[in-house]
């Protein structure tokens, strides 16, 4: 395949900056004579049932990036109701939310963030979307099952072996930071507000905020410009920075958004959170975070919407209590 | 009245009957109604020198009932610089009957007639009775106010056009009610909805932020709405937009109250024109705009256009190239209808007044031959009324002089009156490489053998096509016929546009080798140095790309160009001042989550491209596989055991070559009905299993709802056609897997398939694995390997069936015999039906299967004559940003733009500025350390990355090891220890980026490098 200079410059780019500053859990593997030959390794993420095991995903770049997504796709089987049977993950960011300025790096942020919270409103694999949705229990031994199958080799890959960003860096300027050592876990009850999506990275992923309803705070922005992630891009065109967070936020329907939670403790808003696509006006993410601009925010509305809906309560006392034991 | 005699058995033709294989493309254009209308309509054109012949042929290939020619005038020398049907033997004879065969060749569908006449005989109002369009081309405006008079009363659609020099002009009157039934060609949009506001406003809300993309004064009509009934299937209601998601469709309070669901679709509604008379229309003309950076060009064009023909009924000739004496003359004229007009614009249009130029005729044929089909079909919007072009830009830097014009009874003459002889040999000489010879390239070498490019002494144009003629392309790839069938595109094309001008015998080198890497061999150093630029005509994406680097790395300029439907782009890319083609690249047609495909699909594209994947998945891979297995000795352990689904893979090949390989067609369309059973009702249950309709997501929600639509299990009824048509396409493709032969004997299929007894199916639930925390964890293995190699203990040694293969399917869309559309229309129809989607035909699935580009000559022939327009200026090394002109056009609006082309983007390192046109050179083979350190001292720069091609020769996070041996080595050595491969012989540079940072550790773009080997 011909891949024009700026691409591969592009590549070059992304692959120097992952290697030198990856995000927390996430790594790649480049082979010298095909550059374009990448393999990410996404280490499970702690508090789920893919802890201990680490996935590779492959990518194929067509000539038409990054106007169009690459292709990728699980090389590691995983039972997770958005990724098929031959590896296919489904995720608008590689499809129809793709945006030339996203890359290695983002992908691999977004699957991460997909094994933290699945969504099985849009499964592949309809029995692990509804083993998600009926029996959380069930879905975590199966995939744990799985990971420890297929996922967990005897030592860790030697790329985890070089530190990640964050690890390395000096104290990032908000929480982000903590959650990178499992050891230096939080007390369940900071109240760390970290408006989530997908852009944010991984680590700050797991710090799990539980206050329900703290604004979108400049901390949490702050912690997502000293992203290591070179291709995040953000709407920026709105002065204040929550509300360019918002723009963000809203710009991107991944389903992977997140309400606040405890460190280990998911609470059970992610699932809730993964129904944009089917909510009422006013009750979706992105109109409900427009008119919330300003005000509680992402979590705020979260945490209405939760409240309302009660149905979810139960299943979600199960899925707390399951990967308490985990 | 004479007549192609060929023709005469082939008048008869039914009406109704369109050939949907030759005019495949352009049906995906027009659509069958239009097209149907098109094939009672018949079209007389007047004046058959370039421009005529021109829309003639355009229309010709379009498909109209008929086609009329009239010009009983004779051919001169000076006809031969644009009408390429007529030869220099021609000269002398009647121009409509001398070139009616060649017109005739072009359709066999579409009967041509030549209305005679004598010499000097002008058209009169009783040659044109009988005819649906009447086109008068380069006719006096005394003539067509006397045409148009007795048109516009009896209820004729009258065009006019003509075309001077660098000039043209055109109108419209297609009667004072013309009805147009789709005016922008668009596909109606659609959406679903999430709300709809009771009251006064009727506010509708789209559902997940999906724009609607409505404009004021659309309606739609709604379907599957849930409470709010009344709408379903209602009269078209008048949309006000309030947002990009909402909009208001009037007065909903007396409605019953919105529930949920539903779907809005657009309706077109017809747009009746009122045409006035081109008497009328003179004195207050309406004017398409067809350059914004020109805007008071029309209105001066306009009296100039008329002072052109008054000039030549007093003097009864045309305005002398570049003379002073008669421009001052025409300029007066036109003052005295509009002392406004721009002089210098008269002027020019005066002096040119005798010049005939290829590329002008083929921008108005393209446009006014699409007018003839709306005024047949109502299909567009048609122009109203009057349309005037230019492209001054297009003379050259230096002007001609007086004497430079004259004509020398040459067949360049008309080209000559513009541009001086001077010019003209540069036209002679220049070295171009048209890369494509299909639709735009079949019109390029038409325009140019016309221009006479590369006709000198020095002058060549290199053409390469990989392919070979097939059917559709006869449609609009005029130079080819039905002999040329299955014969490589540009060996035709060269031989045929040679034919039309013989100066350019032996000037044309056409080859079959497609561009890419495997060919810089012979597309290498001395080629590209010996071409003066590159024209593209390519129909993909990544050749665009290929051809752009390419042209940047050897500097020379490229024009660009693409058609699609009524819509056209050129753009153009000159060394050192614009972008290049990569810079700015549409963003591809956003692709489908797969979880949609593959349990939610909402609409038909989703059951398409399930139903195209399906294709593959079993009547192409499995098929493929078992070959591999059967012929790479190391297929298990090598390409399978990367898959990740080996399993499933040797369970496959198990089944495609011993469990289930039949032996006659009868266990075909067995297998067959047991695929229909799996794919449209097991699969359907198993789904409703895992998610039953009541479903609700975890925030309570029904989970079918919205873009989720409930599947609904099919059961089989061999009376059902679409059940049946499964069976056979799928039955036919699984015999032709084995080499059985198939058969397409309904009541066969029907009778096996209604006695195959169809194994009870029970949904799974087995995924409920009970473990504990307890329960000891499965070592850590490398995953089913067990599993793997107990299988293929089953499958029988590839030396037990030596020489056994099976036929994958290729798939091939445009044969109607193959099963391959049809199969994937059944496919996709059926799910739509599990799905309650509306089926679509075979032709829209074909389409959408097949990513066919809509495609028509119309379009294809204008976009060319943009780009010759700008090839003037590339042969006379233009320089300026200014010069130059990108293009953008719609023939259905009809929609003209054009735009300066970007600058080259500028970056710097240091105090050096630079574009992508610029790059390091090294010679002589260096080491990596040289290069490193020539930055390190010049630049100040560091070096933390180098790659060439898709090595990453060398990094800053490499083992220092290994840095030292590659810091050493010899560029060359570098890039085939890295690569693991030789350089090719030819290679004679290599080229590499690098990723450098400054003095304080940012990161610099610096151009790449160049390395001599």
Redesign the interface.
């Known amino acids: 395949m ?5 691409v ?2 592009r590549v ?2 992304e ?2 900056e992952l ?2 500053n990856p995000p927390e859990g996430i790594r790649v593997q ?1 082979v ?5 030959d990448v393999t990410g390794i996404i280490e499970g993420p702690e508090g789920t049932p893919y802890a201990g095991g680490y996935f590779r995903v492959k990518f194929k770049f067509t ?2 990036f990054p ?3 690459p292709k990728c796709w ?4 995983i039972f997770h109701p ?1 990724v ?9 960011t590689l ?2 939310d ?1 945006k ?1 300025t996203y890359g290695i790096g983002h992908i691999l942020v977004t699957v991460k963030c997909l094994l933290i919270y699945p969504n ?5 694999d ?6 998600l ?1 009926e ?1 959380y229990q ?1 879905y975590c ?2 995939a744990k ?1 799985i990971t ?3 996922a ?3 030592t860790k890959p030697v790329e985890f072996n070089k530190p990640s960003s964050v690890d390395a860096e000096s104290p990032a300027p908000s929480s982000s930071k903590d959650t990178s050592s499992k050891a230096a876990s939080p007390s369940a009850d900071t109240a760390t507000p970290v408006a989530s999506t997908s852009r944010l990275p991984a680590t700050s992923l797991a710090t799990l905020p539980t206050s329900l309803s703290a604004p979108t705070s400049i901390s949490s922005t702050a912690s997502m410009t000293s992203l290591s992630v070179p291709t995040i891009s953000r709407k920026s065109a709105s002065p204040a920075p929550q509300m360019s967070l918002k723009a963000s936020l ?1 710009s991107e ?1 991944e389903g992977l958004t997140m309400g606040p939670q405890k460190e280990r403790h998911p609470s ?1 808003s992610p ?2 959170t ?8 006013g009750m ?1 993410v ?2 409900g975070m427009a008119s919330t601009a300003g005000m509680g925010g992402v979590t705020g509305t979260k945490a209405v ?2 409240a309302a ?4 309560a139960t ?2 006392e199960k899925r707390k209590k399951a990967l308490k ?1 985990l | 009245m004479a007549e192609s005699s060929s023709l005469v058995s082939k008048m008869d033709i039914d009406e109704a009957a369109i050939d949907e294989g030759l005019y495949s493309r352009q049906l995906y254009v027009l659509g069958h109604e239009a097209m149907k209308k098109m094939a009672t309509s018949n079209v007389l054109i007047v004046g058959m020198k370039g421009l005529g012949v021109e829309i003639a042929k355009n229309v010709a290939l379009a498909g109209v009932k008929s086609v009329t020619i009239y010009d009983p005038d004779l051919v001169t020398i000076q006809d031969l610089s644009s009408q390429f049907f007529l030869r220099a033997e021609d000269i002398g004879k009647p121009r409509a009957a001398a070139m009616l065969p060649r017109l005739a060749e072009l359709n066999t569908y579409v009967p041509v007639h030549d209305l005679g006449g004598r010499q000097g005989d002008e058209i009169t109002i009783d040659l044109i009775r009988g005819f649906h369009v009447v086109v008068l081309c380069g006719v006096p405006y005394k003539k067509q106010l006397e045409i148009n008079n007795w048109t516009h009363e009896n209820g004729v659609h009258f065009i006019s056009a003509e075309t001077r020099g660098l000039f043209g002009a055109t109108f419209n009157d297609f009667g004072p009610k013309f009805t147009c039934v789709d005016p922008t060609g668009e596909q109606p949009l659609t959406g679903m909805i ?2 709809i506001e009771k009251g006064k406003e009727g506010v509708v ?1 789209c ?3 999906t724009r609607h993309g409505l404009e004021d004064g659309d309606f739609v009509t709604f379907t599957e709405v849930q409470g709010t009934t009344e709408l379903n299937g209602c009269e078209p209601r008048k949309v006000t937009v309030k947002g990009p998601y909402t909009f208001s469709i009037g007065d909903t309070s007396g409605l019953s109250d919105y529930k949920a669901g539903g779907i809005f679709t657009q309706v077109k509604m017809p747009k009746i024109l009122d045409y006035k008379p081109l008497r009328d229309s003179l004195q207050g003309p309406e004017f398409l705009i067809t350059d914004f950076a020109k805007f008071d060009r029309p209105a001066t064009l306009h009296v100039g256009f008329q002072a052109l023909s008054e000039f030549h009924s007093r003097y009864n000739r045309s305005p002398r190239p570049r003379n002073g004496e008669d421009a001052a003359a025409v300029v007066a004229l036109a003052k005295e209808l509009d002392a406004d007009a721009d002089e210098k614009v008269l002027t020019e249009l005066a002096y040119q007044a005798s010049g005939d130029l290829a590329p002008m005729n083929a921008v108005l044929g393209g446009f006014v031959a699409q007018e003839v089909l709306k005024a047949c079909s109502a299909k567009f919007h048609p122009n109203f009324q009057h349309m005037y072009f230019d492209s001054l830009e297009s003379l050259p830097n230096t002007l001609p002089i007086e004497e430079e014009c004259q004509p020398i009874g040459s067949r360049y003459d008309g080209q000559i009156a513009v541009f001086g002889r001077t010019f003209q040999e540069k036209i002679a000489n220049h070295r171009q490489f048209l890369v494509g010879s299909g639709a735009i390239g079949c019109e390029m070498l038409k325009n140019w053998s016309l221009m006479g490019v590369g006709s000198g002494p020095n002058g060549i144009i290199h053409v390469t096509d990989l392919d070979t003629i097939e059917k559709s392309n006869l449609n609009r790839q005029f130079l080819f016929r039905a002999k040329d069938l299955g014969k490589f595109k540009a060996e035709v094309a060269a031989v045929a546009v040679a034919e039309m001008n013989p100066d350019l015998s032996g000037k044309i080198l056409a080859k079959q080798e497609p561009v ?2 495997a060919t810089e061999n012979v597309y290498d150093e001395s080629f590209f140095d010996d071409i003066d630029g590159v024209t593209n005509a390519l129909d993909n ?2 050749a665009r ?2 051809m ?2 390419r042209c940047v790395f050897y500097r020379k300029p490229l024009l660009e160009s693409g058609t699609l439907g009524t819509k056209g782009n050129t753009q153009v890319v000159i060394p050192d001042l614009t972008e290049s083609y ?1 810079s700015s ?4 047609e ?7 495909i ?3 699909p909402n609409a038909i594209n989703h059951t398409i491209e399930w139903s195209r994947t399906q294709f593959d998945n079993l009547f192409v891979k499995p098929a493929q596989a078992a070959n591999a297995y059967l012929s790479e000795p190391n297929y298990l352990e090598s390409t399978l055991k ?1 898959s ?2 080996q399993k ?1 893979q040797i369970d496959q090949i198990v089944s495609f070559l011993v469990t289930n390989k039949p032996l006659t067609f009868e266990e075909c369309i067995v297998w067959a009905r047991l695929q229909f059973e799996r794919d449209y009702n097991n699969d359907i249950r ?2 409703l299993f ?2 039953p309709k009541d ?9 079918w ?4 639509r409930a599947p609904e299990p099919l059961v089989f009824n061999s009376n059902d056609p679409t059940h049946l048509d499964y069976i056979i396409a799928a039955a036919n493709l699984h015999a032709f897997n084995y080499g059985l032969r198939g058969d397409t004997n309904s009541a066969l299929f029907r009778k096996v398939a209604d006695s195959v007894i169809v194994p009870e199916f029970t949904p ?1 639930s087995g ?7 307890n329960d000891p ?2 070592q ?2 490398s ?1 089913g390997d067990e599993d793997a190699e107990d299988l293929t203990k089953n499958l029988p040694s590839p030396s037990s069936l030596a020489g056994y293969r099976l036929n994958p399917c290729d798939f091939e869309k445009d044969d109607d015999a193959n099963h391959h559309i049809d199969f994937i229309t059944a496919a996709s129809n059926l799910r739509a039906i599990n799905y309650s989607i509306n089926p679509a035909d075979r032709h829209t699935t074909k389409q959408i299967a097949g990513k066919i580009i809509p495609a028509i000559a119309t379009t294809t022939s204008l976009v060319t004559g943009l780009v010759c327009l700008e090839l003037y200026k590339v042969i006379d090394k233009k320089n300026k940003l200014e010069d130059y002109k990108n293009g953008f056009v719609n023939l259905a609006l009809p929609f003209f733009g054009f735009s300066e082309p970007i600058a080259a983007k500028k970056a710097t390192y240091g105090s050096v500025e630079w574009t992508l046109w610029d790059r390091f050179e090294f010679k002589n083979d260096p080491t990596l350390e040289d290069i490193v350190g020539y930055f390190r001292k010049e630049h100040n720069l560091t070096i ?2 180098v ?1 060439q ?5 060398w ?3 490499l083992g220092k090891k290994k840095s030292q041996e590659r810091l050493a080595m010899k560029f060359s050595h570098l890039v085939e220890h ?4 030789p350089i090719p012989p030819h290679a004679k540079h290599l ?1 590499v ?1 690098i ?1 450098v940072t400054d003095d304080t550790d940012e ?1 610099v773009e610096v151009p ?1 490098i160049v390395v001599r080997i």
């Open positions: 011909s891949v024009s200079p700026a591969l410059r070059m780019r692959l120097n290697e030198n480049t010298d004579e095909d550059m374009l000539e038409e106007a169009a997504p699980f090389a590691t089987k958005n098929g049977g031959n590896g296919e993950i489904c995720v608008n499809k129809k793709w030339s099985p409103e849009s499964a592949l309809e029995e692990a979307g509804k083993l949705l029996d069930s031994d199966r099952l420890s199958v297929h967990t080799p005897r809203t329907k059970p699932l809730g993964a129904d944009a696509n089917v909510g009422k006006p979706g992105g109109l919407k939760r809906t009660g149905s979810g299943n979600a034991r | 999430v709300s809300t559902l997940d932020e890419g890497p994406v990544k790309l290929y752009d680097q990569a690249q549409d963003p591809p956003k692709e489908t989550p797969s979880c949609t593959k349990n939610f990367y990740g689904q499933e198993q789904l895992s998610l479903a609700v997501t975890s925030t309570g929600q029904p989970f709802s919205g873009p989720k799974k995924v409920k694995v009970q473990i504990s925390d964890v499965p850590n293995t995953g933390t990355m790659s091609g898709v090595s990453m020769l990094n800053s996070w890295v690569s693991k491969k080229i980026e990723m990161d790449f």
